[in-house]
């Protein structure tokens, strides 16, 4: 059975003079540029294909989240751009094959690293159960929806060791307290020995003191790690922040033999921020740095602006990590160093979250690391945003 416009244009064919089927074309060309004109306004993207598998039609949205051009890809296979999707089955010429729609998710890295959700279904004539003429994809970028599980997922976790912080200060910092005080009475007692009677003793109550005191800085690093405080912001300059941190870590960065470069720029933008979390970031950060460059090395600080965001990037020579050290630096508890806590990388990236920023870490054995983090411009707080073309937001000026 027929239907539609076009169907009834083909049996009036032989009926209508040639002036009236001219008005028939020009309204089937204005149908056809109307429906253009929807798919190309979508922001998921279309593609159309043959029986073959054969790209028929794609809208502007496909043509950018797969890389390619209408002209150039018309007439090439779906799997050039999208593999592992099993169209022969999808598109069986058996009717009793076909296992109708599809729906999944891939990871794509061209032409840049995203990830799609697409939904292919069948196109069969009439809607009966015939072999498919074609198939119908349509593409969804969820790229922003997967940064949103990790994050999600980093937000349960970070839950779950802050319940278990409460428990662990209360239980083992009073403890602590205690063993500290009776640990100092007891090393006044040894002193008072004399030297044959304290031999061995006055060292084993030094070590003792080191590990409670040890202990009792894991349990604060825990505690500030798990329990953010909303930070204070005021405006202020990162140049001098970073002066004074390396000011207090001086006598340190001599003794381990790193030489230090710095380039902040007089006039870098200022940022709102809070001095002593911003501080604490510094801090952690250079004494990673300098804890990874065992024989000395070059502790290199630069700074820059972009028109959203102030850049201060921090740049070591030490022994770098792995691919699969890079992928748990912000765990809680994981380290590389003998005597870390695993906490402080925990702490700066909660930092940097808390004021608006985001950090990148660029690392490799033997090739040292880079950490840079990005804030954003005091002055460029609030923008405003232009109007919307054609379905797709401008960039803000």
């Given at each position: 059975m027929k239907h539609g416009f076009l169907d009834r244009l083909i049996d009036?064919?032989?009926?209508?003079?040639?002036?009236?089927l001219q008005s028939h074309f020009l309204r089937l060309a204005r149908e056809k540029g109307l429906l253009e004109t929807i798919f190309h306004s979508m922001q998921e993207g279309l593609v159309i294909s043959d029986r073959n598998g054969r790209i028929e039609f794609a809208n502007r949205s496909a043509e950018r989240l797969l890389g390619f051009t209408m002209p150039e890809a018309r007439g090439h296979h779906v799997g050039r751009y999208l593999r592992d999707i099993g169209w022969d089955a999808?598109?069986?010429?058996?009717?009793?094959?076909?296992?109708?729609?599809?729906?999944?998710?891939?990871?794509?890295?061209?032409?840049?690293?995203?990830?799609?959700?697409?939904?292919?279904?069948?196109?069969?004539?009439?809607?009966?159960?015939e072999a498919p003429s074609g198939a119908v994809l349509?593409?969804?970028?969820?790229?922003?929806?997967?940064?949103?599980e990790v994050q999600s997922i980093e937000s349960e976790r970070l839950r779950a060791v802050t319940l278990l912080a409460a428990g662990v200060a209360h239980e083992i910092g009073n403890p602590l307290n205690s063993l500290h005080i009776h640990l100092q009475l007891i090393r006044r007692s040894v002193n008072a020995l004399s030297e044959s009677q304290r031999e061995g003793l006055s060292e084993s109550v030094e070590i003792a003191l080191r590990e409670v005191e040890r202990l009792d800085r894991i349990i604060s690093e825990f505690l500030q790690a798990v329990r953010p405080v909303k930070p204070s912001l005021e405006s202020a300059e990162l140049g001098p922040l970073v002066s004074e941190t390396l000011e207090f870590l001086r006598p340190e960065l001599a003794d381990r033999r790193v030489l230090v470069e710095l380039e902040?720029?007089?006039?870098?933008?200022?940022?709102?921020?809070?001095?002593?979390?911003?501080?604490?970031?510094?801090?952690?950060?250079?004494?990673?740095?300098?804890?990874?460059?065992?024989?000395?090395?070059?502790?290199?600080?630069?700074?820059?602006?972009?028109?959203?965001?102030?850049?201060?990037?921090?740049?070591?020579t030490g022994v770098g990590?792995?691919?699969?050290?890079?992928?748990?630096?912000?765990?809680?508890?994981?380290?590389?160093?003998?005597?870390?806590?695993?906490?402080?990388?925990?702490?700066?990236?909660?930092?940097?979250?808390?004021?608006?920023?985001?950090?990148?870490?660029?690392?490799e054995p033997g090739g040292g690391t880079c950490v840079t983090i990005y804030l954003p411009r005091e002055d460029r707080l609030v923008r405003l945003l232009p109007p919307a073309v054609d379905g797709a937001p401008r960039e803000a000026t």
């Open positions: 009036r064919l032989g009926k209508i003079d040639p002036g009236s999808l598109l069986a010429t058996d009717a009793g094959e076909c296992p109708g729609a599809t729906n999944r998710e891939v990871e794509v890295s061209y032409p840049e690293h995203r990830f799609l959700s697409f939904y292919v279904m069948p196109l069969r004539p009439d809607g009966g159960g349509i593409l969804r970028d969820v790229t922003r929806e997967r940064q949103n902040i720029p007089a006039d870098l933008p200022t940022v709102r921020l809070d001095r002593g979390q911003i501080r604490q970031m510094l801090f952690n950060l250079i004494k990673n740095a300098m804890e990874a460059m065992t024989s000395g090395g070059v502790l290199r600080i630069t700074a820059g602006a972009t028109d959203r965001l102030v850049r201060l990037a921090i740049r070591d990590m792995t691919a699969e050290q890079l992928g748990r630096v912000f765990e809680p508890y994981y380290t590389t160093k003998r005597e870390g806590s695993g906490l402080g990388m925990m702490i700066v990236q909660r930092i940097v979250r808390d004021h608006g920023g985001e950090i990148e870490i660029h690392s």
